[in-house]
């Protein structure tokens, strides 16, 4: 097969495949985006009707609402904590699974099962699971009355959230790390044995500088994912209860928006947190991404 073989024939023909993609991507994503920022400008009228020209007035009327704040270091308190468990528990299960210990292979292909499972269904499972009376926990709970109650503690209930967004991160991070793993030259591991490095050696010393751009990849996407992925986990576990302890900014945008008709505040609650996901991302790359290595 020659390499002109490869080439499309028609020059047009690219851009028709893209063509539907591109499409979705512009409708549901960058409309969306310069819509909300045009309307943090403006203050809206809920049902439509006209609206009015207000400058920065809605992001000082936003920054200096306390449960702007509050949402807000949920969101990186859920961030951080969500984020190092959805990397490194796939992280230490594809170690396990690359030694091709007992029953790795089989654990590989049931370990990617929860990607094809859609995030609401996470939350609905993860609620019956977690549930006081029925769930896994009910035995605790029936020797120790009130010790795991996430309808009324907001604790339990921030626990109950990162639990089952930590689920549904490990199998694309699985993958993506283990793949990272398979690449490195088994002549690697042999010649650090033969030095005398034990297992743990060869981990810290061989394989983790090795895969630092998969590690960096699954740390930003997750860092990134986090932000905004947690809305169908809240909207079918805990509704942003109890007393808002599980409200993060993504479902107080909704719910100021959709429930109290705030357009102008939610758009600008967007923004917001739009300007933080970018700025987040270009530090991750900035402070982190330029000290790894991509050279073997």
Known sequence: MTSE?????????????????????????????????????????????????????????????????????????????????????????????????????PARNVLVWPKGVAGASIGVVFAFIFNPFVGLLAPLNSAFPGIWAPGIDG????????????????????????????????????????????????????????????????????????VTSAFSLIDTMTDGGPGGSTTLLVYKIYTDGFSGYDLSGASTQTTILMVFVVLLTAAQFLFVGRRVSYDR
């Open 5 to 105: 073989s490869s080439l499309f024939s028609h020059r047009w023909l690219p851009l028709l495949l893209v063509a539907p993609l591109m499409l979705l991507t512009v409708l549901f994503f960058y409309v969306p985006i310069f819509q909300a920022f045009y309307w943090s400008f403006f203050l809206e009228r809920p049902f439509g009707g006209g609206s009015m020209f207000v400058g920065w007035d809605n992001f000082a009327r936003v920054l200096s609402d306390p449960e702007f704040w509050k949402a807000g270091r949920r969101t990186i308190a859920f961030m951080v904590c969500g984020s190092t468990l959805a990397v490194l528990i796939p992280l230490i299960l594809a170690l396990a699974a690359d030694r091709k210990i007992l029953m790795s292979l």
């Open 155 to 226: 604790t339990d209930a921030f626990i109950t959230l990162i639990a089952a967004h930590v689920w549904g991160g490990i199998p694309f991070n699985f993958v993506i790390l283990l793949a990272g793993l398979q690449s490195i030259p088994r002549s690697l591991h042999q010649a650090a044995a033969m030095d005398g490095a034990g297992p743990w050696r060869r981990i810290f010393d061989v394989q983790l500088p090795l895969i630092a751009p998969q590690l960096f990849l699954t740390l930003v996407l997750e860092f990134t994912e986090s």
